[in-house]
């Protein structure tokens, strides 16, 4: 079947090729240049929490679902990804009528294979916690997937392997590949940047694809979507899937960067903090998160000797953002300069 | 003394009492919450701060003025539901046309501001409140023990969420109250002020969130996260119950509170999830929740 294409269309799309591409090669030179002007770990934080904030704009952005229990997925494949890469073996309890522990033997300090199970294991958990969010629409979904977010909280502080308060300390960061050594920050940043450009090119791929268009006709109209007969729960599924690992990829490379996995990963405080950046960047633009996130980290982090401070300011933020510009930053300035970034 | 299911009875029954405190509170604030979500169509994130500041309230009063719990009871919720108007007029009103998701968002900033402020004023760690001079003592069952305090919150909350049934469900002005949140267009054609009424029960959710802070004060100590943990658990309290109706509200939250209770007693591992996992049942079985219409 031959397809008509607007040349209006087409006009449009090349300018936006450009502007994104232009856009794309400004952030790239800034983290290629950034680490000799700024605490490398500081960048990395930054670069895992802007993943984490794409993953998340891909459901709030592009499928319009608000889930505010994304800690859930970053903080459980965290958990994962520092258990793995520190002790290795994985013991999993099922039950056949009676408990029998599985072994699954797997090598220690081996970055890779720890970073792969942390993901693994964001999307296994977003695809149960999809399935029964999927059920409700707009606000309810918000609810539930807080609520399921909070109950994984409360495994995590109760379940042995996570070390309850103490979380999982001085994990080794190892050999990436056998060969880089990950505990030269340098390296170790290379190792990020590059897993976070290629995610962030995916998430690109996946919102401009076909699949990416019958998403945000589900955002725009779910019932239409659903009369010209697509099966939105799951596409909505699938998405929520994708968002799920891709924050899970952010959590297990957090959990290398500060060789720490703990509660605060886990707490509804990091759902919350991820919608506050992906929220100031601005909703369903492909750059905003990233500006968001390094927008909150920076605070974060020069404004911890304020204390409970922080936690006004961002406060604050929230309620300027939805009151005077709640198309973010990026979102503006876009709109300024009439390009879509 | 005797056994229930190889459990002394003192301490199911303690359980089981604790379970109905516990389910007063969630009554009170789904409730509110339901209330609010009918007419505002807002999730209103901030409830559990607002509880937390009726409990602050009634503790700084006491502290610094003298004010006892009685008049607490009722100087809080006044306070702190006139805090509310000026929140929805300030805020609220400019996001009500606009997706639910921003009206989610800014509540939950607002809860953040407050919480922040209370805890760089008052730190993390609980302020014990003195049970009322009345309502010290309790009274041997033969089965268990009663402190009188506990039996007055559940008395008393139970009162409340009868009396705010009966007003919208049976009164003149809840009526309009309904027939505002089915068609406030129409409404407002009948010349009745809708604007201001939304505003008006934005306050009285605000009350019952206050109020409920108040009477949790002497059981639970008043801290600044005091709310924030409960408020996540209510919100699974609401997403059981639906938030179609007021009574499903109410039983619901007080039902969940016993399940709990008797949860603590037989499988204490799991007391601190139970609730999240009835959620998950409830959505695979009735996605529109027990009492709930689909939309």
Sequence with gaps: MMERVDPQVVQQRRETAWSVGAAFA?????????????YPVFLMQALCFALFACAFNLLIGYVGLVS??????????????????????LSIPFWFGKLVWIQIPLPPHTPELAVL?????AAL??????????????IYFAMITLALAQMMYFFALRTPFTGGEDGIQSVPRGYLLGRFDLSNEMTMYAFVVVVVLAAFLFIYRIINSPFGE???????????????????????????VLSASLAGLAGSLKALVFQLASLTDVHWTMSGDVVLMTLLGGLGTVFGPVVGAFCIIAMQNYLAPFGQWVLVIQGVIFVVCVLTFRRGIVGELGAALRVKL | MFEIFGVPSQALFGQLLLGLINGSFYALLSLGLAVIFGMLNIINFAHGAQYMMGAFVAYLFLQYLGVNYWASLVIAPILIGALGI??????LQHVRKLDHLYGLILTFGLALIIEGLFRNTYGSSGQPYQVPELLRGGHNLGFMFLPNYRAWVIVFSLVVCVATWFAIE??????????????????RAFGINVPRMITLTYGFGVGLAALAGVMAAPIYNVSPQMGSDLIIVVFAVVVIGGMGSIMGAIVTGFVLGIVEGLTKVFFPEASNTVIFVIMVIVLLVRPAGLFGRTA
Aim: hydrophobic residues 50%; positive net charge.
């Design chain 1, 117 to 121: 199970v942390g993901t693994l294991t």
């Design chain 1, 214 to 240: 019958v998403l945000k006709a589900i955002r725009e109209n779910e019932q239409r979507a659903i009369s010209l007969g697509y099966r939105t729960d799951r596409y909505k599924l699938v998405a929520f």
């Design chain 1, 68 to 89: 505010f229990g994304h800690a859930l997925y970053f903080g459980w494949a965290s958990y994962l990804c520092a258990y793995v890469q520190k002790v290795g073996t």
């Design chain 2, 170 to 187: 049976r009164t003149r002005l809840g009526s309009y109250l309904r027939a505002a949140t089915e068609n406030p267009t129409m409404v």
């Design chain 1, 125 to 138: 958990l977003g695809y149960i916690a999809g399935t029964v969010a999927i059920r409700r629409q707009g």
């Design chain 2, 86 to 91: 000026l929140i929805e007029r300030l805020f």
């Design chain 1, 26 to 38: 400004v952030m790239v030179a800034f983290f290629a240049i950034a680490p000799f002007v700024v």
